[in-house]
């Protein structure tokens, strides 16, 4: 009788020669699997305790609040079976289910949300979630996927949050995700949650410690795919097939692959890649500048809650459309409800400086990339996500409200101006932080709280144009004056940063912080008193 180390070595042998070859051109591609993270994840799941048979299975996952499946990206079969096991989740009829995925940014989820809706259809889902830029693995299994949720599902949600290629910050992104998923479960207090994470994430200590932080009274179970040391142990079982293994009372490992499947499948995808040849993709440049800009204010992209702090910029992050998605974006600005008038005139924005960042639909076009004007755009950005995204909450209103009898339009279009004037000085100032060879205006005199007055009073009784070039010109002239004082060590980062997290939206509000930020700058540049020992 064959022992079952025998068993193993035979089942074994053929894929572990076919696979050695593989594994060494993956190896040359991607030298990851060095990293401890996934040193943490290969080394977690050994050994296991019993065999499962598809009743078992079931069970297990009738007794749990959320359900971690763990995804080989490149591995069709991985997300196929997820779907299979939400549609088996649903048919015992006695709770609700909802599906949260990795593979969808959550700053996206309002384009999910069309799609969910029947707003746009498939081709733009794929693209304005930047699929095959930022994901790049096969799209027909994942939408596959979706539609299972739709049509089965309460709800699908995005959980994930850059960077993705950085493993430095994996561990922030598995504590976004357990907030999302925390997120949820309030939203759906009586529902199944099933999550489809890269099975990397779903070691012990990774997502599910950061899940059990965040929801300790849930009853989480992880389903693990094809993991190679549990599949190769597995070989030495009497059983022709082993369907699946319990590894403890909390983790399943289920096979519907063989360990050559999968590593063939992602060598394929890595050579795809390697021969792509794209037209250029901005987002990772515009992304950057965020990046750097947020870094040098020091803010925390993973903020949980609002204080010093945007809640989650990470989840805020613009979409960016090119050249070739011109039509797409003007049906997303017809669908926001952007006049054509308004439509044309960012358009010509556009034409004239080669980019803009549109705050009314959260998103970058840009047609040739000028760093000038692009540090300028992703400093409108940060500024918009420091304040909520007002423009996408709210909806766009226009400035330079003409004065009425009583006052109060006067009021308002005096609001509006400063909030213009500080707007186009935070964007002048960042954008000189980010590109410091920016020329600066040739208007160079210290602004006065007098003159800023005189000025709102004459835009608001102007023209719209004349109304945004006057706050526009005051705007550079005081963003300059703000990036000198930095220069010169009179300006910290900690006080920046409160000026892009100054609300200007309340009323009187702007022309206070205008107000303060004079004088700060008046105080700062006053001569000191020598001292009689220097």
């Known amino acids: 009788m064959a022992t079952t180390a025998n068993l193993r070595s035979r089942r074994s042998a ?13 190896r040359a591609q991607d030298s990851h699997n060095r990293r401890k993270y996934l040193r943490e994840f290969n080394e977690a799941f050994r050994n296991y305790d019993s065999l499962l048979d598809s009743a078992q299975i079931q069970n297990s996952i009738g007794s749990a609040n959320v359900v971690l499946i763990g995804d080989y990206h490149a591995l069709p079969a991985a997300q196929r079976h997820a779907a299979t096991l939400i549609e088996q989740r649903v048919l015992a009829g006695d709770r609700p289910v909802v599906l949260g995925v990795e593979t969808i940014f959550a700053r996206d989820q309002h384009i999910l949300d069309e799609w969910w809706r029947r707003e746009i259809d498939e081709s733009e889902l794929r693209q304005r979630i930047r699929f095959d830029l930022d994901w790049g693995y096969d799209w027909t299994p ?36 357990a907030a999302k998923i925390a997120e949820i479960r309030q939203r759906h207090p009586d529902a199944v949650i099933f999550v489809l994470f890269g099975e990397s994430h779903l070691a012990p200590e990774h997502l599910p410690r950061a899940l059990r932080q965040q929801m300790p009274d849930a009853k989480t179970l992880t389903i693990l795919q094809n993991i190679d040391a549990l599949y190769w142990r597995a070989a030495g079982e009497r059983a022709d097939k082993v369907e699946a293994v319990r590894v403890n ?4 490992c289920v096979f519907n692959a063989t360990p050559l499947e999968k590593y063939e499948s ?21 992304y950057n500048l965020v990046d750097s800009l947020a870094r040098f204010l020091e803010i925390n992209r993973y903020s949980p809650h609002n204080s010093t702090q945007p809640k989650f910029l990470v989840d805020m992050l613009p ?3 090119g050249g070739s998605s011109d039509a797409m974006l003007r049906r997303l600005l017809l669908r926001k409800g952007i006049g054509d008038s308004q439509r044309e005139s960012m358009l010509a924005t556009v034409a004239g400086r080669g980019s803009a960042y549109l705050p009314q639909v959260n998103a970058f076009y840009i047609r040739e990339f000028q760093m000038i004007h692009a540090a ?10 420091c304040q909520g995204l007002p423009h996408r909450l709210n909806g766009h209103t226009e400035q330079g409200i003409a004065a009425n009898g009583n006052g109060t339009g006067e009021r308002k279009a005096i609001d509006d101006f400063y909030a213009r004037l500080i707007e186009h000085a935070i964007a002048y100032f960042g954008a000189r932080v980010l590109y410091p060879s920016r020329p600066a205006p040739d208007e160079q005199s210290p602004l006065s709280r007098a003159a800023c007055e005189k000025a709102a009073q004459a835009a608001i009784r102007a023209d719209k144009d004349k109304f945004e070039s006057s706050a526009q010109e005051l705007g550079y002239r005081l963003g300059s004056q703000i990036y000198n004082a930095y220069l010169a060590g009179k300006v910290a980062a900690s006080g920046l940063r409160r000026l892009f997290l100054a609300h200007l939206d309340e009323p009187g509000l702007a022309r206070k912080v205008c107000a303060a930020v004079i004088a700060k700058l008046r105080a700062v540049s006053r001569p000191l008193t020598r001292s009689a020992h220097a």
């Open 14 to 26: 053929a894929q572990l020669h076919a696979l050695a070859g593989v594994e060494r051109e993956i």
């Open 142 to 177: 994942f939408y596959e996927l979706l539609v299972t949720a739709r049509d089965h599902a309460e709800a699908v949600y995005g959980l994930d949050c850059m960077p993705r290629e950085d493993l430095r910050k994996i561990g922030a992104r598995d504590r976004h995700a």
């Open 249 to 252: 009372d909390d983790v399943l």
């Open 266 to 286: 992602y060598r394929l995808f890595l050579d795809q890649w390697r021969r792509c040849d794209d037209t250029p993709d901005f987002a990772p440049t515009i």
């Open 319 to 321: 979409e960016v459309y």
């Open 376 to 385: 300028e755009d992703a400093t409108r950005f940060l500024h918009q996500a």
